[in-house]
């Protein structure tokens, strides 16, 4: 591609995301798992979990931080999400007339696996890769984006064109080098696979009580090796990863579905409802109520 045509590509890209984005944080598609970003300001740091998806950036940049690990996606660089994760984030190039534009797929296991089975890849013994990781983007990467995002313009083409536009790009990103991330979540051998199946346990019981003997258990691996592939691939304890859901979802609750502290700290497990406020004051920096207010009426990934 030549610079005149990625220029064009990127200016597109803009456009078509800038009349998905109606409002600020994320807004559904015509897609289910397809979502468009905007942010009319700068943000601090701060904590975000997003389910296994793929950031392709139009305009502005986001810095994700994963322990010490730094991620930046941009116009440049696309990120890639294999596992449900909290992490860190903040948007540090956004203006009311430059306003922070991405676009968000959601990764389909059963679509990776189609993808696998067609590039004719038996399921592998995946290795222990981290989470989260960007890349620089490529031409062909960018065509496939702006491809799907007209698509998602048109309900007919929606419906017709789109999934085979989302399966495009999960197949560039196979391709590329982000492909072993994508592999690893796709699969349900190796240690990847193992740390996934304690993963959704927690998201599917994180209400109930849960050790890290019983974690360790669902991925069939020691207490001790089961926490140091944890800790690779989400760069959090399994106990830290289990707070920071819980947090996350109380947050959702109360911003979204209005639940007050209480209710939400009992919906999410938490028995006393002074130990989630000062447990949610720490991680947010806000209390429970000041946070609520702060986000109702910005969209969040759920």
């Known amino acids: 591609m030549t610079d005149d045509n990625a220029v064009q590509k990127s200016r597109r890209m803009v456009e078509l995301v800038d009349a998905l984005a109606t409002r600020e944080g994320f807004t559904p598609t015509r897609l289910e798992g397809v979502q468009a970003l905007r942010s009319s300001q700068t943000q601090p740091r701060k904590p975000v979990v997003y389910a296994p998806s793929v950031v392709i950036v139009a305009q502005g940049r986001k810095v994700g931080y994963v322990g010490d690990s730094v991620h930046v996606y941009d116009s440049d660089h696309y990120l890639v999400l294999s596992v449900l994760i909290p992490f860190e984030c903040e948007i540090c190039l956004a203006t009311p007339q430059e306003p922070f534009l991405g676009l968000s797929v959601g990764v389909d296991t059963a679509v990776l696996n189609e993808l696998m089975m067609d590039l004719r890849e038996a ?180």
């Not at 994180?206 to 760069?235: G, I, W």
């Open 123 to 302: 399921e592998q013994s995946a290795p222990t890769v981290s989470a989260v990781a960007s890349s620089r983007l490529t031409p062909e990467l960018r065509d496939a984006a702006v491809r799907l995002l007209e698509c998602l313009h048109s309900p007919a083409d929606s419906r017709i064109l789109g999934r085979q536009a989302v399966r495009e790009i999960l197949y560039r990103i196979l391709q590329g080098e982000q492909g072993a991330a994508l592999r690893a979540l796709s699969g349900v051998n190796g240690s990847f696979g193992q740390i996934a199946r304690a993963i959704k346990r927690i998201h599917a019981e994180y209400q109930q009580p849960l050790d890290v003997e019983t974690l360790a258990r669902t991925a069939n691996m020691s207490v001790s090796v089961f926490h140091q592939h944890f800790k690779t691939v989400t760069a959090a304890s399994p106990i830290q990863y289990l707070k920071s859901f819980r947090l996350h979802k109380a947050r959702v609750l109360m911003t979204q579905d209005g639940f007050n502290a209480k209710a939400a700290a009992g919906e999410v497990g938490y028995a006393s409802t002074s130990q989630f406020s000062r447990e949610f004051r720490r991680f947010f920096g806000a209390s429970p109520g000041e946070e609520a207010a702060r986000l109702r009426g910005v969209a969040l990934p759920r």
